[in-house]
């Protein structure tokens, strides 16, 4: 028996990132969703959080996108956002994952006094930051 052709969706997310066109083929996953490891508590919160997790990603990219070559490290961002890392950090991975952020290879000091990984926006992310909301300069 022959299965029926598989109709044409496109899979593109709020930044117009086409998730297919790199590897993922789910938008109900992770980084389109916030990810959990387990499920029970860990999966309730990822679920609780997704609704504000996409508004919150779209401020952190702006952000980044802001910073322009210079990057952040993600508790810059959320000190400049005026928000806990615990938010903004998360984000920051699931922005990665989906190739609108990239490490510049450099760290900086935290507030904690560790070394952070400094990060700046792609192409990619400048061109979805530009097109959902523009970036503040």
Same mark, same amino acid.
């Given at each position: 028996?022959?299965?029926?052709?598989?109709?044409?969706?496109? /899979? *593109?997310?709020?930044?117009?990132?086409? /998730?297919?066109?790199?590897?993922?083929?789910?938008?109900?996953?992770?980084?389109? +969703?916030?990810?959990?490891?387990?499920?029970?508590? /860990?999966?309730?919160?990822?679920?609780?959080?997704?609704?504000? *997790?996409?508004?919150?990603?779209?401020?952190?990219?702006?952000?980044?996108?802001?910073?322009?070559?210079?990057?952040?490290?993600?508790?810059? =961002?959320?000190?400049?956002?005026?928000?806990?890392?615990?938010?903004?950090?998360? +984000? =920051?991975?699931?922005?990665?994952?989906?190739?609108?952020?990239?490490?510049?290879?450099?760290?900086?000091?935290?507030?904690?006094?560790?070394?952070?990984?400094?990060?700046?926006?792609?192409?990619?992310?400048? +061109?979805?930051?530009?097109?959902?909301?523009? =970036?503040?300069?």
């Amino acid at each position: 028996m022959n299965a029926a052709p598989r109709p044409e969706v496109s /899979s *593109a997310d709020l930044f117009g990132f086409d /998730s297919d066109k790199v590897g993922f083929d789910r938008r109900d996953r992770y980084p389109h +969703r916030p990810g959990f490891k387990r499920g029970g508590t /860990s999966r309730t919160a990822a679920n609780s959080i997704s609704v504000y *997790a996409e508004t919150k990603r779209r401020d952190v990219l702006v952000e980044f996108v802001a910073a322009g070559e210079r990057g952040l490290t993600p508790d810059t =961002c959320a000190k400049a956002l005026n928000l806990s890392v615990l938010t903004v950090r998360p +984000r =920051c991975t699931e922005l990665l994952a989906a190739g609108l952020l990239i490490p510049t290879g450099e760290r900086r000091q935290n507030q904690s006094g560790m070394s952070a990984a400094v990060l700046k926006a792609t192409e990619a992310g400048i +061109r979805a930051a530009n097109k959902n909301g523009g =970036c503040h300069e």
